[in-house]
T-cell receptor, first 114, second 117 residues
């Protein structure tokens, strides 16, 4: 079974631009979560989607948004990019939306904002 | 406010010996805990998990211990192998059905394990 895939793997943008990252979950998985990883803050939760509905959102500004499609694929969007948005963005999928559902991560998208 | 803490940023262990990675949490509503391993340029890989109703879970060379009263968990790797060299993340999750806010995972900042041949 194929794992979680994320595209693109690397991205370079300039301040003020916007960016869209894509995530395809493991086949059959219906829940997708997004995380931001930076050296100083570790992995920080962005949001989680299940059945096309945002179930939970982390403490990030409104410039960060996401959505999930009927095939469970998900996208996240960052508008008006800032230098501090440079990070590894990780997507994780799980079978369902529950306490013991294990999240499996993709390889991440490395975003650099210049 | 860091709810999940991994106080050792790095750990070096000789090949064949035991590696012990520690994790402390502050939120008593957490009831499910996971360990992930991460190599550079890759996403975290799930290793092992434990529910708060247990105090130990084993999977091959990996054992996780949970001490709820101390709000502490540890990952033991025996024997350690050079391929275990990676960053290890501890993660915790609450259960909204028991009063926690959500199912989201809260991660520690990681411990870099180096296994020396």
């Amino acid at each position: 079974k194929a794992g979680v895939t994320q595209t693109p793997r690397y991205l370079i943008k300039t301040r003020g631009q916007q960016v869209t990252l894509s995530c395809s979950p493991i086949s059959g998985h219906r829940s997708v979560s997004w995380y931001q990883q930076t050296p100083g803050q570790g992995l920080q939760f962005l949001f989680e989607y299940f059945s096309e509905t945002q179930r939970n959102k982390g403490n990030f500004p409104g410039r960060f948004s996401g959505r999930q499609f009927s095939n469970s694929r998900s996208e996240m969007n960052v508008s008006t990019l800032e230098l501090g948005d440079s990070a590894l963005y990780l997507c994780a999928s799980s079978l369902g939306f529950g306490a013991t559902d294990t999240q499996y991560f993709g390889p991440g998208t490395r975003l650099t904002v210049l | 406010d860091q709810q999940v803490k991994q106080n050792s940023p790095s750990l070096s262990v000789q090949e064949g010996r035991i590696s012990i990675l520690n994790c402390d949490y502050t939120n008593s509503m957490f009831d499910y805990f996971l360990w992930y391993k991460k190599y550079p340029a890759e996403g975290p890989t799930f290793l092992i998990s434990i529910s708060s109703i247990k105090d130990k879970n084993e999977d091959g060379r990996f054992t996780v211990f949970l001490n709820k009263s101390a709000k502490h968990l540890s990952l033991h790797i025996v024997p350690s192998q050079p391929g275990d060299s990676a960053v290890y993340f501890c993660a915790a999750r609450g259960n909204p059905r028991s009063g926690a806010g959500s199912y989201q995972l809260t991660f520690g900042k990681g411990t870099k394990l180096s296994v020396i041949p």
